[in-house]
């Protein structure tokens, strides 16, 4: 049984930082990719960032490029997305996404797996 749970949510001000993680109970971590998706009060679930699962693929939604980084350490079954420069709009719940696949996917039908979610909360 595959398990994700994510951790490092919190309330910041605008402008702050923080660093979600989330730690995959998955014996091949590398052979898939991963992703981050966030929804926020009354939207669908959107996706954040995608890593490929050698970890040297990347890919951001636009409105966080320049803000966020996915990063994935195999050797730890961990996943992390480091988001700078927080705004009021980043505020939702993220989740963590395995899809059955080593490569990036933006949709969220590619990906068979998810975390419960974390709340991030950014405060104007």
């Known amino acids: 049984q595959v398990q994700l749970e994510e951790s490092g949510g919190g309330l910041v001000q605008a402008g702050g930082s923080l660093r979600l993680s989330c730690t995959a109970s998955?014996?091949?971590?590398?052979?898939?990719?991963m992703a981050w998706f966030r929804q926020a009060p009354g939207k669908e679930r959107e996706y954040v960032a995608t890593?490929?699962?050698?970890?040297?693929?990347?890919r951001y939604r636009n409105s966080v490029l320049g803000r966020f980084t996915i990063s994935r350490d195999n050797a730890r079954n961990t996943m992390t997305l480091q988001m700078n420069n927080l705004r009021p709009e980043d505020t939702a719940v993220y989740y963590c996404?395995?899809?059955?696949?080593?490569?990036?996917?933006?949709?969220?039908?590619?990906?068979?797996?998810w975390g419960q979610g974390i709340q991030v909360t950014v405060a104007s």
């Open positions: 998955v014996p091949t971590f590398r052979a898939y990719g």
């Open positions: 996404a395995r899809r059955n696949d080593i490569g990036l996917a933006t949709w969220e039908a590619a990906y068979d797996y």
């Open positions: 890593i490929s699962g050698s970890g040297m693929g990347t």
